[in-house]
């Protein structure tokens, strides 16, 4: 039997850059090249781009959505899986615990509690021009990583979730 594919989760803001969509939808597209399932937010910014860019590549992409059906929250063009959660911002943390790793992509207040539930949950984040992060104790955090390309950041959340149990 084969394994289960990896489970790959894009955080950021459904506002974003031209540079941070760019990223998003590179980090799509890496994302599907490696056999890795992408989920996301599922609305706009770089949740759009990014399920954009692994679709153009044949891969699966998953919305965890806030809203409770299609017409309170309808899903971007791009989501394959949109699964309505119903509990707003709350499905935050059903997102980071839904995948094996988090990439985060620019973003703002909504990214920053991701990361953060993600630390406090085991799972590995690797960051993408987003947060400049440190601990108050100014002891590295093993589970935070930083890379400096879509290529790079997928690889390093794939070799980061190879430490964590499959769900």
């Given at each position: 039997m084969a394994s289960p594919a990896r489970r790959m989760t894009v955080i950021g803001g459904s506002v974003c850059s031209d540079d941070e969509r760019r990223l998003a939808l590179e980090t799509g597209r890496e994302i599907a090249r490696a056999g890795a399932i992408l989920l996301c937010g599922g609305r706009s910014g770089v949740m759009?781009?990014?399920?954009?860019?692994?679709?153009?590549?044949?891969?699966?992409?998953?919305?965890?959505?806030?809203?409770?059906?299609?017409?309170?929250?309808?899903?971007?063009?791009?989501?394959?899986?949109?699964?309505?959660?119903?509990?707003?911002?709350?499905?935050?943390?059903?997102?980071?615990?839904?995948?094996?790793?988090?990439?985060?992509?620019?973003?703002?207040?909504g990214t920053l509690t991701?990361?953060?539930?993600?630390?406090?949950?085991?799972i590995p984040v690797v960051l993408l021009d987003s947060w400049t992060l440190e601990p108050p104790d100014g002891k590295p955090e093993p589970?935070?990583?930083?890379a400096s390309s879509p290529a790079e950041a997928v690889e390093i959340a794939i070799r980061a979730a190879n430490g964590v149990p499959r769900g």
């Open positions: 759009e781009a990014a399920a954009e860019g692994a679709q153009s590549e044949g891969g699966s992409t998953v919305g965890i959505m806030p809203g409770s059906g299609p017409d309170e929250s309808p899903p971007n063009p791009y989501i394959g899986l949109p699964i309505y959660t119903g509990i707003g911002q709350a499905r935050n943390q059903v997102l980071v615990l839904s995948g094996e790793a988090v990439i985060g992509i620019g973003g703002s207040w991701e990361i953060g539930l993600s630390i406090r949950h085991g589970l935070l990583h930083r």
